[in-house]
């Protein structure tokens, strides 16, 4: 199994700046991608950056040229740095880790609000 916490989330206000951090422990030779997603209330979970083992990076046009996705493999860690927040942005934020098994686990979520 593997284990997700995060951190990070937080009240920033408009055009500020947040970094997640998703501390990865367990089973982490699993791992083959790490990602973030966010959720808002009757809205499905959005895919924002994804990073493979190998560092290979794909990150969702919404937030493209805003937010970035990197991993510290000594520390089992991957981070979400969001720039440029906007309102809208306000969501709760999931890590989640993708086994070669295809098996999905989640963070606990944190929270993100972005004032205006």
């Known amino acids: 199994q593997v284990q997700l916490v995060e951190s990070g989330g937080g009240l920033v206000q408009s055009g500020g700046s947040l970094r997640l951090s998703c501390a990865a422990a367990?089973?982490?030779?699993?791992?083959?991608?790490m990602g973030w997603y966010r959720q808002t209330p009757g809205k499905p979970r959005e895919l924002l950056a994804e990073i493979t083992s190998g560092g290979s990076t794909n990150v969702a046009g919404s937030v493209k040229g805003r937010f970035t996705i990197s991993r510290d493999n000594a520390k089992n860690t991957v981070y979400l740095q969001m720039n440029s927040l906007k309102a809208e942005d306000t969501a709760v934020y999931y890590c989640?880790?993708?086994?070669?098994?295809?098996?999905?686990?989640w963070g606990q979520g944190t929270q993100v609000t972005v004032s205006s």
């Open positions: 367990g089973r982490i030779s699993s791992i083959y991608t």
């Open positions: 989640n880790a993708r086994t070669t098994g295809w098996l999905d686990y």
